[in-house]
């Protein structure tokens, strides 16, 4: 699991925080913002800290705040991958 | 409270019920009306090591099918039974709060503890994993006022929202405080309650009340009025209400009306020891003097019907004194569902409005010994068909509460 891919992101939303049902999320959703796919801060919050478990990394409180998209999230998420010591 | 003037009476225009032996108010009605009992040993969990092993279970659904997804890792097993609730309430007085003004509409449910299964689960995650495995919703979804949140957040209703804590008589404390909002200028209420979590945590300090019945014999079990009455089976469940206004119903023009909400009373028991009597009469006496209604005019009583002798025995006696020996017929559908905590007294409120709709008491089931023939009129195993237009919904609480409401058709 060294790369975070947007299958995976996925499929951690729909576990985390479930689908709503007028979005279609295996469409183009890299750049809709998380409050158009119908996710909250909570949402995100719930989503992240799963990511933190199965990728073994640490992400600061902020990324709820800092990411606004599944790019932006994906790539912080990488970041840290990366950065995994 | 209604000694000058004329108080208006919100009318109840919508129902949602969610029991263990129905899922719509439907399939609840022609259960009740058939003597179906939910009353089950438990399967939710392995209830083998307890003393009881019985409950009112709701059977597995799929709430994929019900609720919208994004609510389901957010909520308990009690939460989705009392949206489902909610929404068939609204649906059945074609109400959509979303499209009315935002603080025109509001929700008071009654509650006891909350979301004990998601609570257990996540407190489990918690000791044996680490709290980077407990979810973020925890923060609400244990807690106990979360349906009336959820109720308020799905359907878009920012009025007045609270939930009431008085064990069984809880919900009829939810209604006459809905009540109260509707007389202070909101326009439709959501009210009632739907309560239970069946999880070992839960179940624990359900028995620890010391009021359960420890039978493993489903009809044998929870018998009150009976000779053989042992305790109480407790149950999931409870029934929503669309409750308004009178003239904003008219107004907005509600498809129908079941009944109006006449009177409501309710008091505490004194302390244990004082040998002042318990609090029950009173409430009674509170609730028809308040709907302006004299005992002669109440056409059945829908028990509380704890289960225990003692507490079987006061309400026999309060019931007796109040209409006279064998003064009214009385019934218990609680025997077909158990007790179900904060959501038992609201599904009562619900079966009376049904009995008026449909002209028949339905009937008490497994009571064979009755043991307060000479009290009361007790309405056994089949159903009663007569006229019925004013009924009085007794509920009481473990720790003392007493309430009592009287409803009446809508005319």
Not at chain 1, 36 to 47: C, I, M, P, Q
Not at chain 2, 88 to 110: H, I, K, N, W, Y
Request: net charge negative.
């Amino acid at each position: 699991m060294d790369t975070f891919d947007t299958t995976t992101l996925v499929q951690l939303l729909r576990e985390c925080a479930g689908e709503e049902e007028e979005v279609d999320l295996d469409g183009d959703i890299l750049d809709t913002a998380f409050e158009d796919l119908g996710y909250d801060s909570l949402a995100l919050f719930n989503t992240v800290s799963r990511i933190e478990r199965d990728y073994g990394v640490e992400l600061p409180d902020e990324v709820v705040a800092v990411a606004q998209t599944p790019r932006q999230l994906m790539d912080l998420v990488n970041t840290g991958i990366a950065e995994r010591v | 409270m209604t000694a000058t003037g004329v108080q208006t009476r919100p009318v109840i225009t919508g129902i949602g019920i969610v029991a263990p032996n129905g899922m719509s108010t439907d399939d609840y009605w022609s259960a009740v009306l058939r003597g179906d009992s939910g009353i089950r040993r438990i399967t939710r969990f392995d209830p083998s090591s307890y003393p009881a092993a019985i409950a009112g279970e709701i059977p597995e659904y799929d709430p994929a099918g019900l609720l919208p997804n994004r609510l389901l890792p957010q909520t308990d097993r009690m939460t989705r039974l009392a949206l489902i609730a909610a929404q068939e309430a609204l649906r059945d007085a074609d109400a959509d709060p979303a499209e009315m003004p935002p603080f025109a509409c509001g929700v008071v449910t009654s509650a006891s503890a909350g979301g004990f299964e998601f609570g257990q689960k996540e407190l489990q995650a918690l000791w044996s994993q680490g709290g980077k495995f407990v979810s973020a919703y925890q923060s609400f979804a244990w807690f106990y006022p979360v349906n009336t949140g959820q109720i308020s957040i799905r359907h878009g209703m920012r009025g007045p929202g609270s939930a009431i804590v008085a064990e069984g008589a809880g919900g009829l404390d939810a209604i006459a405080k809905a009540r109260r909002h509707l007389r202070a200028g909101t326009s439709l209420m959501v009210t009632g309650g739907v309560d239970g979590s069946l999880s070992p945590w839960s179940w624990l300090c359900i028995l620890r009340s010391g009021r359960i019945s420890t039978s493993s014999d489903p009809h044998s079990a929870f018998v009150p009025f009976d000779r053989r009455a042992r305790g109480a089976v407790v149950g999931e469940g409870g029934a929503l209400f669309v409750m308004e206004d009178p003239d904003r119903a008219a107004e907005r023009g509600a498809a129908h009306r079941y009944g109006e909400v006449l009177g409501y009373g309710t008091t505490f028991d004194p302390r244990p020891g004082t040998g002042r009597p318990p609090g029950l009469r009173r409430a009674v006496e509170l609730a028809l003097a308040e709907a302006r209604t004299e005992p002669s005019d109440i056409d059945v009583v829908f028990a509380d019907a704890a289960g225990s002798p003692e507490l079987d025995l006061v309400e026999a006696e309060t019931i007796a004194s109040v209409f006279g020996p064998r003064g009214v017929p009385v019934t218990a559908t609680k025997t077909l569902t158990g007790r179900l905590l904060a959501g038992g007294a609201p599904l009562d409120v619900a079966t009376a409005l049904l009995s008026m709709r449909d002209g028949v008491i339905p009937a008490t089931v497994h009571v064979d010994s009755p043991a307060y023939e000479d009290l009361l009129d007790l309405v056994r195993d089949v159903p009663r068909e007569q006229r019925v237009s004013t009924a009085l919904v007794l509920a009481r609480g473990e720790g003392g509460y007493n309430s009592a409401l009287v409803v009446r058709k809508a005319t």
